[in-house]
Antibody
Framework: QVQLQESGPGLVKPSETLSLTCSVS??????????WSWIRQPPGKGLEWIGY???????NYNPSLKSRVTISVDTSKNQFSLKLSSVIAADTAVYYC????????????WGRGTLVTVSS | DIVMTQSPLSLPVTPGEPASISCRSS???????????LHWYLQKPGQSPQLLIY???NRASGVPDRFSGSGSGTDFTLKISTVEAEDVGIYYC?????????FGQGTKLEIK
């Protein structure tokens, strides 16, 4: 089964860019069956979908974050990445990567998540 | 955006008793091809969410048959026939009919 692992800095300064990578194993980001997604969860709060990308590079973002978000895919490394610019304290959250099964549109596999704190 | 509303938000349950969680959407989740794009997730303490039920009523691989889902349109229900200690956590419904995908606020199930 697909396994996902997030990696990246746990601390980012306000106004800087948050960058995370999700490494995929047990499956291929080039699979046409999946879309690759990011979801976040502020401490003690609920879940917010950030966006997804297809292996072709086609992406779809949450309008609430669209102006600051870029999701990209690297098929050679079997990874996909998240960049969130101009971060503020409210962007502090656990960031999850997840696989979105196309056609049925559910997230079937999730990474363990990584806490990113925005603080000076 | 489609707003997902769950109730109750807190659910204390005695082991062996049944439990039920309601999820309502601000618009119908029924697609023209016949699927309701409504799914349920469980986030156990300290873990990432895990898929329980997809497309209203289909149990994910490895999910015990004490979990069941039902509903259509805007009203959906997750039922646990007999709650076990390992079922504690926060249950979320989620819609993927349209972006942005949205989650309910979560229902925290705890053991009495």
């Amino acid at each position: 089964q697909v396994q996902l692992q997030e990696s990246g800095p746990g601390l980012v300064k306000p106004s800087e860019t948050l960058s995370l990578t999700c490494s995929v194993s047990g499956g291929s980001v080039s699979s046409g069956d999946y879309y690759w997604s990011w979801i976040r969860q502020p401490p003690g709060k609920g879940l917010e979908w950030i966006g997804y990308i297809y292996y072709s590079g086609s992406a779809n973002y949450n309008p609430s974050l669209k102006s600051r978000v870029t999701i990209s895919v690297d098929t050679s490394k079997n990874q996909f990445s998240l960049k969130l610019s101009s971060v503020i304290a409210a962007d502090t959250a656990v960031y999850y990567c997840a696989s979105l099964r196309g056609s049925y549109w559910y997230f079937d596999f999730w990474g363990r998540g990584t806490l990113v704190t925005v603080s000076s | 955006d489609i707003v997902m509303t769950q109730s109750p938000l807190s659910l204390p349950v005695t082991p062996g008793e049944p439990a039920s969680i309601s999820c309502r959407s601000s618009q119908s989740l029924l697609h023209s091809i016949g699927y309701n794009y409504l799914h349920w997730y469980l986030q156990k303490p300290g873990q990432s969410p895990q898929l329980l039920i997809y497309l209203v009523s289909n149990r994910a691989s490895g999910v015990p048959d004490r979990f069941s889902g039902s509903g259509s349109g805007t009203d959906f229900t997750l039922k646990i026939s007999t709650v076990e200690a390992e079922d504690v956590g926060i249950y979320y419904c989620m819609q993927t009919l349209q972006t942005p995908y949205t989650f309910g606020q979560g229902t925290k199930l705890e053991i009495k």
